[in-house]
C-alpha cells in the first residue's frame, strides 16, 4: 500500500516549453502533497504545498507563477514548469499525505528528471 | 525554522557491520522523525520512523533512538548488506497543521556497503 507514481518520469524538452509532471497516489487518499526539488547530491528542497481544492502554498523563492500547480482532486496533483530554461533542470519529486494515516507520514513519488535543452 | 544536522556525509562499511547515522535538530516543537532511504535516480523510501513519544523504535535490522531533550535522533542498521548502499534523509517536523506537515531534511548520508 501507499504508493505513489510520477508521469513522466522522464522529459527532455526545448528552452522555452512548458512541462507538466502528474502525481498520483494510486491507493489512497491525499488531501496534501508537497512538491520538491532535488540536485545532484543535494537534499530535497520544498517547493510547494498542494492542498486539494484549494491554492498552493509556495516557499520563499519559489516562483508560483512559473511553478504551477494544481491539486484538482484527493489522488492527483500537478505541477507544470512553465516557460522552462535550463537552470530548471532537476528531479522534481512528490510527496503525499494519506488521509487515513498519521497526518505527519508522506510517501514519495519516484521522480522525474527534468532536463531543458 | 526548524534546522536539521546530519552527520557523517558519507559512510562507509564492511558487509556484515553495523552503520549509524545521526541528526540533530533545533525546533523544540519537533515531534516526528522518519528516515528515508534513497537509491540512486528514484525517490525517498520511508524506512522507519519515531515519534517523541518512544525513545526507541525497531524493526528487523533498522533500529531509531530518539533523545528529545538533546534534541538529536539516530539511525543504526546492523548485519550491512550491499544492497543497503543508498543515500539516506533524515527529517524532522513539528506535526502540526501550522507547519503544514512540511518535512525538513538532513543533507544526507551516503552509505557504501562493501563486500
Known amino acids: 500500500g501507499a504508493v505513489v507514481s510520477q508521469h513522466p518520469s522522464r522529459v527532455i524538452c526545448k528552452s522555452g516549453t512548458s512541462v507538466k509532471i502528474e502525481c498520483r497516489s494510486l491507493d489512497f487518499q491525499a488531501t496534501t502533497m508537497f512538491w520538491y526539488r532535488q540536485f545532484p547530491k543535494k537534499s530535497l528542497m520544498l517547493m510547494a504545498t498542494?492542498?486539494?481544492?484549494?491554492?498552493?502554498?509556495?516557499e520563499q523563492g519559489v516562483e508560483k507563477d512559473k511553478f504551477l500547480i494544481n491539486h484538482a482532486s484527493l489522488t492527483l496533483s500537478t505541477l507544470t514548469v512553465t516557460s522552462a530554461h535550463p537552470e530548471d533542470s532537476s528531479f522534481y519529486i512528490c510527496?503525499?499525505?494519506?488521509?487515513?494515516?498519521?497526518?505527519?507520514?508522506?510517501?514519495f513519488g519516484p521522480g522525474t528528471r527534468l532536463t531543458v535543452l | 525554522g526548524e534546522n536539521v544536522e546530519q552527520h557523517p556525509s558519507t559512510l562507509s562499511v564492511q558487509e556484515g557491520d553495523s552503520a549509524v547515522i545521526k541528526c540533530t535538530y533545533s525546533d523544540s516543537a519537533s515531534n516526528y522523525f522518519p528516515w528515508y532511504k534513497q537509491e540512486l535516480g528514484k525517490g525517498p523510501q520511508l524506512i522507519i520512523d519515531?515519534?517523541?513519544?518512544?525513545g526507541e523504535k525497531k524493526d528487523q535490522r533498522i533500529a531509531v533512538t530518539l533523545n528529545k531533550t538533546a534534541k538529536h535522533f539516530s539511525l543504526h542498521i546492523t548485519e550491512t548488506q550491499p544492497e543497503d548502499s543508498a543515500v539516506y534523509f533524515c527529517a524532522a517536523t513539528p506535526s502540526n497543521s501550522n507547519s503544514g506537515y512540511a518535512l525538513n531534511f538532513g543533507k544526507g548520508t551516503s552509505l557504501l556497503v562493501t563486500p
Open positions: 519515531i515519534r517523541s513519544n518512544v
Open positions: 498542494s492542498n486539494e481544492g484549494s491554492k498552493a502554498t509556495y
Open positions: 510527496s503525499a499525505r494519506d488521509i487515513m494515516a498519521a497526518a505527519d507520514t508522506q510517501y
